[in-house]
């Protein structure tokens, strides 16, 4: 029986879906990359590029920051929620190509990009409304910066976060000089220099999420977060807290370094890389040869601003923290091993970047120093 003649409103459903996406390309309709909608007084944005795992760029800043500046003065808002379509990533990470193309012919979207992308990244640590980040699926890079600043962060089995920066010749950036020296132990530095991949509850468990409820249960989650009539952080907290309670997939198994803690925390406290490096080939078990393979693959020059960035940011707010970030963002443009990282991991494909300078002996405290310098006018400023 064709379809067309089905009269039951339930199987009509998949044409009227069909037809409206046959429109929609008739028409030239295009999604927009970001929703940002109302639902009781809650504002929900949704980050909407799931084909290219919801990266994040200068337009998608340009529509988030300005309204939740919005949000926050306006008294019918109590809350916001961020999360994404598509249920592979929450945000992979920021639009690298880009601001690499832009790099390398002197585009102001090499600036722009990192400045408003830092720039919101600070007004979502300082919002002072309950700011709810439900981090389902892929949390990388830019996904970070979205997410980790905000007061609640929910992580779910799907999660997978990491900070693979100093892979692709650049640092841990939207605030990771901030975030990461807070976690326990060496693990910030840890994850900051190896890129290791946390996933599901250990996401949680490392500190980065706040709670952790099944994915599943996220859409009745949302319900009751938007059902909230004027919540304070405490009612967002007690009710995030009743579904992490219902929420034990996986509550058994250990986190994935707890074995390896106490050796993270002897093995990288070193006061250099090159030291931490020394430390791991002295040890010779197999995680510390694990940890030289991985570093031995990644930017020297990365290694130690990434090392540099953590000892600083340690002692700083988050709002040094991202001038400091944009500085060295502007030396990753000025310098070669960005491109390089980007070209051999993201377009050629072929994972063997040529770094230059090759081995940490020949990045000089000097070079690293000059990354650090200020930007003069040009520094970014809140």
């Keep these: ?62 529509r988030i920051h300005p309204q939740l500046q919005k949000w926050e003065s306006d008294p019918e808002t109590d809350m916001v929620i961020i999360k994404a379509a598509g249920g592979k990533a929450f945000c992979a990470g920021g639009d690298i190509r880009a601001v690499t193309e832009a790099g390398k012919v002197g585009d102001s979207l090499a600036q722009d990009f990192f400045r408003e992308e830092y720039m919101l990244n600070h007004a979502i640590g300082s919002y002072r409304k309950p700011y709810v980040a439900i981090i389902d699926g892929i949390t990388m890079g830019g996904g970070v910066g979205l997410s980790v600043h905000g007061r609640f962060r929910v992580a779910t089995e799907k999660t997978l976060f990491a900070m693979p920066e100093t892979a692709i010749g650049l640092f841990p950036d939207v605030g990771g000089g901030y975030f990461l020296p807070r976690l326990r132990g060496k693990l910030g530095l840890f994850l900051a220099l190896t890129g290791f991949r946390l996933k599901g509850r250990d996401v949680q468990r490392a500190g980065v999420a706040t709670h952790f409820v099944e994915s599943k249960k996220i859409p009745e989650l949302e319900q009751r977060l938007v059902g909230l009539e004027s919540p304070s952080d405490s009612d967002v907290s007690r009710l995030l807290e009743s579904f992490q309670t219902q929420s034990d997939l996986d509550s058994d198994k250990p986190f994935a370094l707890d074995k390896h803690t106490s050796d993270i925390d002897r093995l990288f406290g070193s006061s250099s890389v090159e030291g931490i490096l020394q430390n791991l080939k002295a040890d010779g078990s197999e995680f510390a040869k694990k940890q030289v393979e991985i570093l031995s693959r990644m930017s020297p020059t990365s290694l130690k601003v990434t090392f540099r960035q953590l000892q600083a940011g340690a002692a700083m707010s988050l709002q040094d923290v991202l001038v400091m970030e944009y500085r060295l963002s502007q030396a990753c443009m000025r310098g070669h091993d960005f491109y390089e990282g980007v070209r051999a991991v993201l377009i050629d494909k072929d994972q063997n970047p040529r770094w230059r300078p090759p081995s940490l002996d020949q990045v000089s405290d000097r070079f690293v120093d000059d990354c650090f310098a200020s930007l003069g006018e040009k520094d970014l400023r809140f």
């Design 1 to 62: 029986m064709p379809l067309t003649v089905l009269t039951s409103a339930c199987r009509l459903k998949p044409l009227c879906r069909l037809q409206r996406i046959q429109a929609h390309m008739m028409s030239g309709h295009v999604e927009p990359e970001v929703l940002l909608e109302k639902a009781g007084r809650a504002a929900v944005i949704t980050m909407n590029r799931p084909k290219v795992l919801n990266a994040l760029n200068l337009s998608m800043i340009r």
